[in-house]
């Protein structure tokens, strides 16, 4: 069986699932996880709020890959900058981008770029405690709207509502405890184009907005339509269901007269964020109807809603990468199930795509693992065409990012920066305290 050296770019799920699966299928398989932070995995470390210690399970698991004998992690390497392709080319037989998407999609509407107007990938990075955005996030606003109808959505609805003592158990970022402390915030407006039956809600995420016993979730009963589209969606999905269900109960409950409310408006497509001296005033809904197949169409009857800030969830992009063709519109790398193609439509050799850089930013984990499988059996399958490495010697990559001056983190390093931030949630009764500044990781990952 031939030896293969495989660089996976991107230390979230879907590299770590790559680096695991080929290890597993190819005994003779030695993968670097090259990531560009100082810690690894991903969005499940950087894009899940800290009051989900359910989702980080997966964690877990994740670390159990990267901790095996033919893995090394290479954290706080930026590829396109430390790292080109044609320098992965020299010492490996093949590159795994994975790099995921961590941009927010642009939503075309006037006032959008209005003073209080927020991509929510950007709060999400804030308030999960990304060590490349600003340490503080304003939160003066007393009323919000959050435009959306998927899961970041909720989490972003939930987060604004919450208050931030509740959030003392998980592993919060002390920085971002301190601005929700401080957080203004009474009425969150969530608005979605379509009813009940289309939102793309998860029955656990919906369910979990009423946990908290300071949030009131309120369902307006005009724009709870259900079309023929939205019946048979209902009947052939059980999560649908369990989602309309739950909508059902939050509109027929009665308010417990709980400081925050969030307000959840169906079949109202915003339009326009309305400004007054260059700041958010207002939000402006077209109300929708359903043209019956489960598309809507506006009515020309609109609607304003008084708030001071809006938050537009409307779907991640992601990012291009130096060296590799890259599809603007879509957010991927053009590829084919993984392979990756030149703009003429050939197969790049060698160079291969998984997670939302490769199918775009929809799904959850589960698919991430399918979608790697994929990717490494198109690999696999390519093995005796690939063209070996310049340089077979593993540590000849170290060697070059140290003369350039780069301090890489390795697995070692992660763990003692993992152990560091344990110990700070320890010494106040918490879970862990997420360390945010770069350098402040780097200082506690060399020991």
Known sequence: MRSLRVAVVGGGPA?????????RQHEQA???????????????????APDHPRIKEIIKALRRVL??????FLGNVDYGTDLKLSDLQRYYDAVIFATGATADRALDIPGIDLKGSHGAADFVSWYAGHPDVPREWPLEAESVAVLGAGNVALDVARMLA???????????ADNVYEGLKANRVKQVHVFA??????????????????????????????????????????????GTKLVVDTLLKYLEAEPTGAPHQIHIHMMQNP???????????AIRTERTEYNGDGSVRGTGEYVETPVQAVYRAVGYLSSNLADLPFDNEAGVVPNEAGRVLDLEGERVPGVYVTGWIKRGPVGLIGHTKSDA??????????????APAEISDP??????????????VTWADWERLDAHEVSLGEGVGRERIKVVPREEMMRAARG
């Open 67 to 72: 901790a095996g004998d033919r893995i090394r």
């Open 271 to 281: 339009v326009e964020v309305l400004g007054a001296d260059g700041s958010v005033v």
């Open 30 to 48: 030695y993968v670097d996880v090259i990531e560009r932070l100082p810690a690894p995995y991903g969005l499940v470390r950087y894009g899940v």
């Open 373 to 386: 499988n994929q990717t490494i059996t198109c690999l696999l399958e390519d093995i005796d065409g690939l």
């Open 193 to 238: 184009r379509r009813g009940p039956a289309h939102i793309k809600f998860s029955p656990m995420e919906l369910r979990e907005l009423s946990h908290s016993p300071s949030v009131d979730v309120l369902v307006a009963e005009e724009g709870f339509e259900i079309d023929d589209a939205g019946q048979a969606a209902i009947s052939a999905h059980k």
């Open 15 to 23: 590299g770590i699932y790559a680096a695991d699966i080929l290890t």
């Open 395 to 408: 540590d000849a990559i170290l060697d070059q990012l140290a003369e350039a001056g780069v301090e890489v």
């Open 162 to 172: 919450k208050p931030a003592d509740e959030q003392l158990t998980t592993e919060i």
